[in-house]
């Protein structure tokens, strides 16, 4: 594990929560766009090293949907940034720990990621992500 890539907060509404992370805190947005593989809209405003990823569902019937129904808004997952994905699944299931996926989902941008359940990790979603090269 290399850096904390973003941190992904869960929400109603990408232009309410625009109005205070970019508007009102003064964060920049550096990207906005969907994502229908994972059924979400984004955007992400840088924060130091890492980023804040804005999470607004795009239909009632996905995975941050039902977060949303069931937590409300707030803290959906942390996302680990990684340098070889593979080694990285092989190190947390030799540990026991229960990953989403058997392998790693590939994003628009080339970039690999897989979820670790939130009860290997004590309550909290994480991601791990191979940034492509």
């Known amino acids: 594990m290399s850096a904390i890539h973003h941190i992904a907060i869960a929400v109603h509404n990408l232009d309410a929560a625009l109005a205070f992370y970019r508007d009102a805190l003064g964060l920049g947005m550096t990207e906005r766009r969907e994502v229908p593989e994972e059924g979400v809209e984004i955007a992400f405003l840088p924060a130091g090293e890492g980023e804040i990823e804005l999470l607004q569902p795009l239909s009632e019937g996905g995975g941050v949907a039902r977060f949303l129904e069931k937590r409300g808004e ?6 680990l940034q990684v340098d070889d994905i593979e080694a990285a699944m092989e190190r947390l299931r030799s540990a ?38």
């Open 74 to 79: 707030g803290l959906h997952h942390i996302c």
């Open 96 to 133: 026991g720990a229960r990953l989403l996926s058997e392998e790693p989902r590939v994003g628009t941008s080339g970039t690999r990621y897989v979820f670790v359940h939130p009860k290997s990790a004590h309550g909290v979603l994480l991601e791990l992500y191979e940034v492509a090269e």
